[in-house]
């Protein structure tokens, strides 16, 4: 297993250590319900250093990321990022992504811990127009700083004003008097923040100023689990859950960062797929009766057929209620619909809700 560069500090702090996409990574520091109301309600640090980060520089760079990614990446500026998604041949979904644009030659890609290896080899085999490409995964560092008061927290460590960024903005500054420091204004909680990204060597000074300066504000560390809870309660996908390579952007929802405007891998067919419409899609549902979804349970109808599968459950600490999501035959995917979903052999009631959970 590899370790962050934080790991001893989780560790010192009474972190619950699991292994996560072979990362020995915090999954709980006091409790995931109270490390999930912090969030929502005021400000946590996730260590999320095990993600992947990957420069692609050069003439062609640009056109290298439209030819491989689903959505329009042409319509980046310096210091805007993207959410994005990587087909493949056979109409699911590689990964998904997020994608910066450092300037007009320079783009740095952000994917999941679970995949960079997979990642890297699927990108590489589209570079046929020698674009410079580097995996700078292993030396580069990630923090989360999510929740209402995470602008003030922070304000102190930085001369960049972090109350006025736009959502899916960044900039390069000086951050606990660090240079080089991508600062910006993205997440997986939907309560606000910030992601801020630095070589190895800094992150001790970082972690400890960035504590320092949140005491006023309460900042606590924050696990694994309730990044989950939370990224559940906005019906974020996660891949290898919601998305994977058996799953279309289409069936997930994911039409918006899906642009015909160009083409990608696999585009025509996944154009054909949105024209015909899905058999299948991707929906959130709320329990009625008592029982919390997990990953994988059947959804069935009231005679017990089965309809669709659940993709991610859990009992939502924001709302007191069980919550999840799932694919599920389109002709039972409109709002309000009654389903069940098949847990240790009983059909438990739940409905059709709309994304957002937590409004």
Same mark, same amino acid.
């Given at each position: 297993?590899?370790?962050?560069?934080?790991?001893?500090? #989780?560790?010192?702090?009474?972190?619950?250590?699991?292994?996560?996409?072979?990362?020995?990574?915090?999954?709980?520091?006091?409790? &995931?319900?109270?490390?999930?109301?912090?969030?929502?309600?005021?400000?946590?640090?996730?260590?999320?250093?095990?993600?992947?980060?990957? &420069?692609?520089?050069?003439?062609?760079?640009?056109?290298?990321?439209?030819?491989?990614?689903?959505?329009?990446?042409?319509?980046?500026?310096?210091?805007?990022?993207?959410?994005?998604?990587?087909?493949?041949?056979?109409?699911?979904?590689?990964?998904?992504?997020?994608?910066?644009?450092?300037?007009?030659?320079?783009?740095?890609?952000?994917?999941?811990?679970?995949?960079?290896?997979?990642?890297?080899?699927?990108?590489?085999?589209? +570079?046929?127009?020698?674009?410079?490409? #580097?995996?700078?995964?292993?030396?580069?560092?990630?923090?989360?700083?999510?929740?209402?008061?995470?602008?003030?927290?922070?304000?102190?460590?930085?001369?960049?004003?972090?109350?006025?960024?736009?959502?899916?903005?960044?900039?390069?500054?000086?951050?606990?008097?660090?240079? +080089?420091?991508?600062?910006?204004?993205?997440?997986?909680?939907?309560?606000?923040?910030?992601?801020?990204?630095?070589?190895?060597? #800094?992150?001790?000074?970082?972690?400890?100023?960035?504590?320092?300066?949140?005491?006023?504000?309460?900042?606590?560390?924050?696990?694994?689990?309730?990044?989950?809870?939370?990224?559940?309660?906005?019906?974020?996908?996660?891949?290898?859950?919601? &998305?994977?390579?058996?799953?279309?952007?289409?069936?997930?929802?994911?039409?918006?960062?899906?642009?015909?405007?160009?083409?990608?891998?696999?585009?025509?067919?996944?154009?054909?797929?949105?024209?015909?419409?899905?058999?299948?899609?991707?929906?959130?549902?709320?329990?009625?009766?008592?029982?919390?979804?997990?990953?994988?349970?059947?959804?069935?109808?009231?005679?017990?057929?089965?309809?669709?599968?659940?993709?991610?459950?859990?009992?939502?600490?924001?709302?007191?209620?069980?919550?999840?999501?799932?694919?599920?035959?389109?002709?039972?995917?409109?709002?309000?619909?009654?389903?069940?979903? +098949?847990?240790? +052999?009983?059909?438990?009631?739940?409905?059709?809700?709309?994304?957002?959970?937590?409004?």
């Amino acid at each position: 297993m590899k370790n962050t560069a934080l790991t001893d500090k #989780h560790i010192s702090l009474g972190a619950k250590m699991v292994p996560f996409a072979g990362y020995n990574m915090p999954v709980q520091y006091e409790g &995931i319900n109270a490390e999930h109301a912090v969030v929502r309600g005021g400000v946590g640090v996730f260590d999320v250093s095990h993600m992947g980060e990957f &420069i692609l520089k050069g003439e062609n760079a640009l056109d290298l990321i439209q030819r491989v990614t689903s959505n329009d990446a042409s319509k980046l500026y310096d210091g805007k990022v993207q959410y994005s998604c990587l087909p493949n041949e056979d109409g699911g979904i590689v990964d998904d992504l997020l994608v910066y644009r450092i300037d007009e030659k320079t783009y740095m890609l952000v994917v999941n811990a679970s995949n960079i290896e997979k990642d890297w080899n699927w990108i590489q085999k589209y +570079n046929d127009k020698d674009v410079e490409m #580097h995996n700078i995964s292993d030396k580069t560092s990630l923090l989360a700083i999510q929740g209402p008061k995470a602008a003030e927290a922070l304000q102190s460590l930085t001369e960049v004003d972090l109350a006025s960024m736009e959502y899916y903005n960044f900039v390069k500054g000086t951050f606990a008097g660090i240079e +080089n420091v991508v600062i910006s204004a993205t997440g997986y909680t939907g309560a606000g923040g910030f992601e801020i990204y630095f070589d190895n060597e #800094h992150a001790d000074v970082i972690w400890d100023a960035i504590f320092e300066a949140g005491k006023p504000f309460n900042i606590k560390p924050i696990g694994l689990g309730a990044r989950d809870t939370l990224r559940l309660e906005m019906g974020f996908c996660l891949y290898g859950n919601d &998305i994977d390579d058996a799953t279309s952007p289409i069936e997930a929802g994911l039409g918006w960062i899906t642009k015909f405007s160009k083409k990608f891998t696999n585009s025509e067919a996944l154009l054909a797929q949105k024209e015909a419409g899905v058999a299948r899609k991707l929906i959130g549902f709320e329990m009625i009766d008592r029982g919390i979804p997990r990953h994988d349970y059947e959804i069935v109808d009231i005679d017990g057929n089965v309809t669709g599968r659940v993709t991610s459950g859990t009992q939502a600490p924001s709302l007191q209620k069980a919550i999840g999501m799932g694919y599920i035959d389109k002709a039972l995917a409109k709002e309000g619909t009654e389903i069940y979903i +098949n847990i240790r +052999n009983s059909k438990i009631k739940a409905k059709v809700v709309k994304f957002p959970f937590t409004k």
